[in-house]
């Protein structure tokens, strides 16, 4: 890829700019459904002739799931007749009273928009209905507007004064950054995992119970791997946007609710796991599925929809579909179900010790077939953080590697090698 392809790629995402922009404007909807299709080509069909060839360029190569995040907004802007509404507009830039502010540490009911009363005056519509669109594009959660009403907003543990509120996301991005350093240096050393071809996580030549053992420490390495990166990305994004942008602080809750001590897996996926494709797989299956099948149908299309956009992310590097990538999300609906027949039948919810226990056995047991399948086509073969710039591999690894040749541990120290 040259320099003058990230122009090409940049100008592709011009058309959904201008789906945000009309998704503002009354009456247009006719207008948004006709340039649907049209604009959905000229996404697809840019990213995927940008998909870079070559295993060494493998972990730049999201193109299709990108692609369709952004075509699914398209869609999502496109579909509604009234368009895209703030919490407490009762058409574009038109509020039916002053909206109230974002209430913190539940479900965003409101919209944090107290600046807008009304279209702004002294401003051109253009601009403000511009400026909307960007924020539109940008947004995942949906914070202050209708689209985003009942997502759990985890609550704020960083100060909410600017300065200190730089200073504590700053250490929280290098805390992640250290994390996922960490995680993924672990992961390299396993032996198949790292190799170009990719390499499975339940080692063969191991016996039952060291194998599953390791099995289990790759799934949960990468687990905290990806939420790590995750947060990391995110406390970048809130730094730009707080230091540079000006933001204000309260606009960037945190990404996640300490998903590791969900204590049911409806509390998992509904409050502490982040939020942020919620739309995404939502327009991706829970549509279909809630026209095809109520409520129900809306919790089994959106997890197949999260399958699928998992897996064919997956395939862009890895130039191979697996079934076995979307069984794990197959499965997560039935166990939310027999949460809820519990529920029914005792007249308690699924919580406590016992509860944590079955999550653990919903992600970190059940899921270990959807990482291992991910590893298998070469997830693990290129490398996150630069071995340049990597701690993990510049300190820790060469100390670990001395210490135990001076104890003697060969056999360890080949693996640290």
Not at 189 to 201: A, K, R
């Amino acid at each position: 890829m040259k320099p003058h392809h990230l122009l090409h790629l940049t100008a592709a995402l011009l058309p959904s700019v201008y789906m945000a922009y009309l998704a503002r404007c009354p009456e247009t909807h006719l207008l948004r459904l006709m340039l649907l299709p049209p604009i959905a080509l000229v996404t697809f069909g840019t990213f995927f002739r940008f998909i870079i060839s070559g295993t060494e360029y493998a972990a730049a190569n999201w193109s299709i799931a990108f692609a369709i995040f952004i075509v699914s907004k398209d869609i999502d802007w496109a579909w509604r007749p009234e368009g895209m509404l703030r919490v407490g507009e009762e058409k574009p830039g038109v509020f039916i009273k002053p909206p109230p502010s974002q209430s913190r540490g539940g479900t965003s009911s409101h919209g944090a928009n107290d600046t807008r009363a009304s279209l702004s005056v002294g401003k051109g519509r253009s601009l403000v209905r511009f400026c909307d669109a960007l924020e539109l594009f940008c947004t995942q959660r949906g914070i202050g507007w209708k689209f985003g009403i009942g997502v759990h907003i985890p609550k704020e543990h960083r100060s909410l004064e600017r300065s200190a509120f730089l200073l504590q996301t700053l250490i929280s991005a290098l805390r992640n950054f250290v994390v996922l350093d960490a995680c993924e240096s672990f992961i390299k050393l396993v032996p198949g995992v790292n190799s170009p071809e990719g390499g499975t996580i339940f080692r063969p030549e191991l016996p039952v119970l060291p194998r599953y053992i390791l099995s289990t420490a790759v799934h949960s390495a990468s687990g905290c791997m990806f939420i790590a990166g995750f947060e990391l990305l995110y406390d970048l994004f809130a730094l730009l946007g707080v230091g540079l942008l000006h933001h204000d602080p309260s606009s960037w809750p945190p990404l996640m609710d300490h998903p590791w001590k969900s204590d049911s897996l409806h509390e998992f996926w509904a409050k502490r796991w982040h939020q942020g494709l919620r739309e995404t797989f939502f327009v991706c299956g829970g549509s279909v599925g809630g026209a095809i099948a109520g409520n129900i149908g809306v919790i089994f299309g959106t997890f197949i929809g999260s399958g699928l956009f998992h897996e064919l992310a997956v395939c862009t590097y890895s130039q191979r579909f697996d079934p076995q990538g979307i069984l794990f999300f197959v499965q997560q609906p039935l166990l939310l179900i027999l949460e809820r027949l519990w529920k029914r039948f005792t007249g308690h919810r699924v919580q406590g010790i016992y509860g944590r226990l079955w999550v653990y056995f919903g992600i970190v047991i059940l899921g270990q077939p959807l990482v291992d399948s991910w590893h298998r086509r070469g997830l693990g073969r290129e490398y996150v953080v630069d071995p340049r710039i990597s701690p993990a591999r510049l300190l820790l690894i060469p100390y670990l590697r001395w210490f135990t040749e001076v104890l003697g541990l060969h056999c360890v120290s080949v693996l640290l090698s």
